[in-house]
């Protein structure tokens, strides 16, 4: 607190253990939730959507990230408080999806199993998605997240350099990555990559790596940031070591480079994490993908402002405002898409097996 002009501390209060002791968050207070809130495209299956957490801290030491809030210990509210709440949005504001955004939602595992059932036991009709790390997934919890209506799952995988992964403190093999993806494509369950260019020894080597390690793994998703030494964290208090740092607060917003490794330059960083978009998502595999998970007309347009904005920006560079060109031809697309989509969804539907066929 501040007295008599001069910043008083007064001490860091205990952790808050028994999570179920707290109310409901008061989702009635916000204005026109949830009609109000509509997130990206790509973050939800369906409408209404909302966001939630079931529990706080994080018990792993990776070096860029910042624990000063949450902490080290992990405390989580009960399988039944998490059904509970979740039902309790079902009923209230009849929400249909939900992102969790706990740090590592799987880690409990006996947990996430009796929240998996008992949502399947009350017959809740919710699509979710959650992050966790690759090495707490397995063939078992995937098929349980699956059926209680996990359709994305967010994997920090930060960098395909093993080097890099070691020097950060990840506590993961690159095989472990692989077969963490592999497994959750299987159970029918996208899988986002988190990645971060940039790291304390990064060489264009090392980067390049990464993204070809992104392109062969079987994501649905691609997300890249620069790295970015946060105070409060291991990163920041050795970044000078390894890289010329900027130490501003104010643009340390992941996409600004204030830390540039040695040997490279704040350009090449821009331009990689650019080119590593244009290399992932301009696929055959990627693109189809995207299309085919399109549902309704509104989705299909707020889809494809998006995917003009990101190509827009991809192609015509930082700063460039877009062309004439695109913005006239967004009705055109928005009904080819939809007819697109029309198609598809008739073919999904036919395909689909009738009760007579089990």
């Given at each position: ?24 968050p ?51 509210f ?9 039902e ?84 993961v093999?690159?095989?472990q ?13 996208r ?10 020894g ?12 992104a392109?062969r ?8 940031c ?29 996409l ?20 590593s978009?244009?290399?992932?998502y ?15 007309p ?53 395909a ?7």
């Open positions: 607190l501040r007295q008599d002009g001069e910043i008083v501390s007064t001490g860091r209060p205990p952790l808050f253990r028994n999570l179920d002791h707290l109310p409901f008061a989702w009635d207070l916000l204005p026109g939730f949830p009609g109000g809130y509509r997130p990206a495209a790509h973050t939800y299956r369906r409408l209404p959507a909302a966001t939630m957490f079931t529990s706080r801290g994080c018990p792993e030491q990776c070096t860029f990230c910042d624990r000063g809030v949450f902490g080290n210990s992990i405390r989580a009960s399988a039944g408080y998490v059904v509970d709440q979740i309790y949005l079902i009923r209230r504001f009849g929400i249909r999806d939900l992102t969790i955004y706990d740090d590592i939602f799987p880690l409990l595992k006996p947990r996430l199993f009796e929240i998996c059932e008992t949502i399947q036991r009350r017959g809740l009709d919710l699509t979710w998605s959650c992050n966790s790390r690759v090495n707490l997934v397995d063939a078992a919890v995937l098929k349980a997240m699956r059926a209680a209506g996990c359709y994305q799952i967010g994997y920090g995988i930060e960098s395909g350099d093993q080097a890099i992964l070691d020097h950060i403190s990840k506590r093999r690159l095989e990555v692989e077969e963490a993806v592999r497994l959750t494509d299987e159970a029918g369950i899988a986002k990559g988190f990645f971060i260019l940039g790291h304390p990064e060489t264009p080597a090392s980067v390049r790596r990464t993204i070809d390690f392109k793994l079987r994501l649905s998703d691609y997300q890249t620069l790295f970015t030494p946060f105070p409060g964290t291991e990163a920041h208090a050795e970044a000078k070591t390894y890289g010329a740092f900027d130490d501003d607060w104010r643009s340390m917003n992941l600004t480079p204030v830390f540039v490794p040695f040997g490279l330059t704040a350009e090449q960083m821009v331009s990689w994490a650019a080119g978009y244009r290399e992932f301009l696929r055959p595999r990627i693109i189809w993908r995207y299309l085919t998970g399109l549902r309704r509104a989705h299909v347009m707020q889809m494809l402002r998006g995917g003009l904005a990101l190509a827009t920006s991809l192609l015509a560079g930082p700063g460039s405002q877009p062309r004439a060109g695109a913005r006239r031809a967004l009705p055109a697309l928005h009904r080819l898409f939809t007819r697109f989509n029309q198609t598809a969804m008739g073919a999904r539907t036919a689909a097996p009738t009760p007579s066929q089990g």
